[in-house]
C-alpha cells in the first residue's frame, strides 16, 4: 500500500467519523447519538451505555428521544442529573452513605432507584447489579429511570411538547409504551403531565 493510498483512507475514515458524529434523525430534526464513541461518559455506567445505544438503534422513536434526553441530562442539557450507575459503584454508595444509609439497603424493588436526597445535588439513577446479565432488563430500567425523572420534573425532552389534551396521539402512545413497559400508572401521569407542561 502507498502512502497516499493510506492518507486517502485515513481521510475517508475521518469522514465517515464526522458524518456519523453529525447525523441527524430526519423525522424528528434532532441529533441523535449513533456511534459508541458518543455516550462514553464518565458518569454513565458502561452498561446503561450500551442500553443507550441499544434504544437508539431499535427504531423506536420514544425509545430513542428516550436515550437522547438521558444523554442529555447526562450531559447538563435540559435538566441535569449526577449520572446512571450501578447501585454498588462509588457515586451511588457515596450519596447513600451521605444520606445516613448504604447502598446494599438501596436495591431497587422494580429495576432502577432514583437517588434525589440531598435536594442541593443533583439526582442520579442506580440500578441493582443483577440486571447486568440481561440486556433487555438494563433497557428497561433505563425507560423506568427516564419516567421517574420526569415524573420529578424539571426536566425537558427534546422529543417536545404532547399535546395538553390527554387523550392526544402522543399521550396515547406514551401510556401504551410505559404500560407495556411496567411503569407503575401513578409514574406515567406525572411523566406525562410534566412532558406536557414544557
Known amino acids: 500500500m502507498t502512502t497516499n493510498t493510506a492518507i486517502l483512507r485515513l481521510w475517508l475514515a475521518i469522514v465517515a467519523c464526522l458524518f456519523s458524529f453529525f447525523s441527524t434523525n430526519a423525522q424528528e430534526g434532532k441529533e441523535i447519538p449513533w456511534n459508541d464513541y458518543q455516550v462514553i461518559r464518565d ?7 450500551k442500553a443507550l445505544l441499544r434504544m437508539v438503534h431499535s427504531g423506536d422513536s420514544e425509545k430513542m428521544v428516550m436515550a437522547a434526553d438521558l444523554l442529555n441530562w447526562a450531559e447538563g442539557k435540559n435538566g441535569t442529573i449526577e449520572g446512571i450507575f450501578i447501585v454498588d459503584q462509588k457515586v451511588p454508595a457515596l450519596r447513600a452513605r451521605d444520606n445516613g444509609s448504604a447502598w446494599w439497603l438501596l436495591v431497587p424493588k422494580d429495576s432502577i432507584i432514583l437517588m434525589d436526597k440531598p435536594a442541593s445535588r443533583d439526582p442520579l439513577l ?13 433497557d428497561q430500567a433505563m425507560i423506568h429511570g427516564w419516567a421517574k425523572l420526569m415524573a420529578k420534573g424539571g426536566f425537558t425532552s ?11 396521539d402522543m399521550a396515547r402512545r406514551m401510556r401504551e409504551f ?12 406525572l411523566a406525562l403531565k410534566n412532558l406536557s407542561s414544557q
Not at 458518569?43 to 451505555?49: E, F, L, R, S
Not at 410505559?178 to 401521569?189: A, D, L, S, Y
Open 43 to 49: 458518569n454513565i455506567d458502561v452498561h446503561a451505555q
Open 126 to 138: 442506580a440500578m441493582p447489579k443483577k440486571l447486568v446479565p440481561n440486556p433487555s432488563k438494563v
Open 158 to 168: 427534546i422529543g417536545g411538547k404532547s399535546p395538553k389534551n390527554p387523550f392526544s
Open 178 to 189: 410505559f404500560k407495556k413497559m411496567g411503569i407503575p400508572v401513578e409514574t406515567q401521569e
